[in-house]
């Protein structure tokens, strides 16, 4: 009784390592891959639509790299989005075509992502507050984005091109769900 019982144990512990090792690895694989891709804000890095410092945003910031090396860094997915909406105001003479990356930072993770991620989802009109209030949240996957649209009162689950500059203007006048319950 003893005996199988131990056995049972140890068995049960093999199985358990050799799983653990295997979800460890499919997963290294990826983040390191774009952990080497999306670059991190220095200290002086500022937002160039709002002027304030992007690193001290770590669960909001956002950001694009250029075809040219150039990298611009975003406290907030508003104001990637608002400048996403109006490069010719923040980078005269460039167009979305010169960009090589854009990323935000996933909500529950707390990890940079591709903003192109196919399964990036922008949570519109809910009570969250990000460091310029109001904003269009990233999330990724359907069900994160669904939990959060229910956790936080949100109006719309949108895809990134589905984002468009009236959902950044009203996030930007204050206009998400004013009603807190
Ligand atoms: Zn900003």
């Not at 996403?84 to 979305?96: A, E, H, I, S, V």
């Not at 969250?128 to 959060?148: N, Q, S």
């Not at 956790?151 to 203007?169: Q, W």
Request: glycine content about 10%.
């Amino acid at each position: 009784m003893n005996i199988s019982r131990r056995e049972f144990i140890r068995q049960a512990g093999t199985g358990c390592a050799v799983v653990l090792l295997a979800t460890g690895g499919g997963i290294a694989a990826p983040v390191s891959v774009l952990a080497g891709s999306i670059p991190r804000p220095t200290k002086d890095d500022r937002c160039p639509v709002c002027g304030m410092f992007a690193y001290k945003y770590p669960h909001w910031m956002a950001g694009y790299v250029f075809k040219d090396g150039t990298k611009v860094f975003f406290c907030s997915p508003k104001c990637f989005f608002h400048n996403l909406f109006n490069m010719d105001k923040y980078q005269p003479g460039k167009t979305r075509d010169d960009l090589e990356l854009i990323w935000v930072t996933d909500y529950y993770t707390a990890k940079p992502v591709n903003a192109e991620d196919p399964d990036m989802r922008y949570v519109a009109g809910s009570t969250l507050v990000g460091p310029m209030g109001w904003d269009v949240v990233p999330v990724k996957g359907v069900d994160a984005a669904e939990t959060l649209k229910r956790d936080y009162f949100g109006e719309e689950i949108l895809r990134l091109d589905d984002v468009t500059p009236d959902h950044i203007e009203r996030a930007r006048k204050g206009g998400g769900r004013k009603t807190k319950y």
